[in-house]
């Protein structure tokens, strides 16, 4: 069984560490952890690894948030992954912070890198893990709060719920996406 695990976010060194880039973050530590790394290949940072046999292709698109479907639809097609396979890790405004879903399928929620995916590959029926980055700014402020990095508090939190999302991935390739969300939405 084969996997794609898609890390959301924006490239270039201002956007590092920022909540919209949660996907990268979680995809960087799950590489790390794997003891592999990324290599720049086409529309995205690439690499593989293995969880209890089953073989995860992660990518990180390098083609900015609001194109990653172009990614998404390519790295499917080049390996040939149905749509039921593919997990993306999203930001979520939606959900508070600390707050980690998973769900087999679900509208865009108005994030741009979910349009995208939606409109490359043919609808809304594949998996995302939506890190909650919570919703405190003020009206009006949104884009400069997702672009933002997150606050000390927050920082501290971080390892601790980047290994919980790592865990939810590995569940995902193992189990699938309904006993994932059993087992670990609350």
């Given amino acids: 069984m084969k996997y794609l695990i898609v890390g959301l976010g924006n490239i270039g060194p201002e956007y590092k560490d920022t909540r919209h880039n949660i996907g990268f973050m ?8 794997a003891q592999v790394s990324f ?4 529309h995205a940072a690439y690499t593989e690894l293995t969880h209890k046999s089953r073989k995860i292709h992660l990518i990180k698109p390098t083609t900015y948030m609001n194109l990653s479907g172009k990614a998404v639809n390519y790295w499917m097609n080049e390996l040939k ?25 679900g509208s865009a929620a108005g994030h741009n890198g979910l349009k995208s995916i ?7 029926n594949y998996s995302r ?4 980055i919570g919703d405190s700014y003020p009206k009006g402020r949104q884009i400069d709060y997702v672009l933002g990095g997150f606050d000390e ?10 290994d919980r999302s790592i865990e939810m991935i590995q ?16």
């Fill in 26 to 33: 979680i995809a960087d530590a799950l590489a790390k952890q």
């Fill in 39 to 42: 290599s720049t290949m086409r």
């Fill in 81 to 105: 992954i149905p749509l039921e396979n593919v997990l993306v890790l999203v930001d979520d405004l939606a959900l508070p912070f600390e707050t980690i879903r998973i769900k087999p399928k």
């Fill in 118 to 124: 939606e409109a490359m590959v043919g609808g809304v």
């Fill in 129 to 132: 893990l939506r890190f909650g």
């Fill in 153 to 162: 508090d927050e920082q501290l939190a971080l390892p601790a719920l980047i």
């Fill in 171 to 186: 569940s995902f390739v193992s189990v699938g996406a309904e006993l994932t969300m059993t087992r670990f939405n609350k």
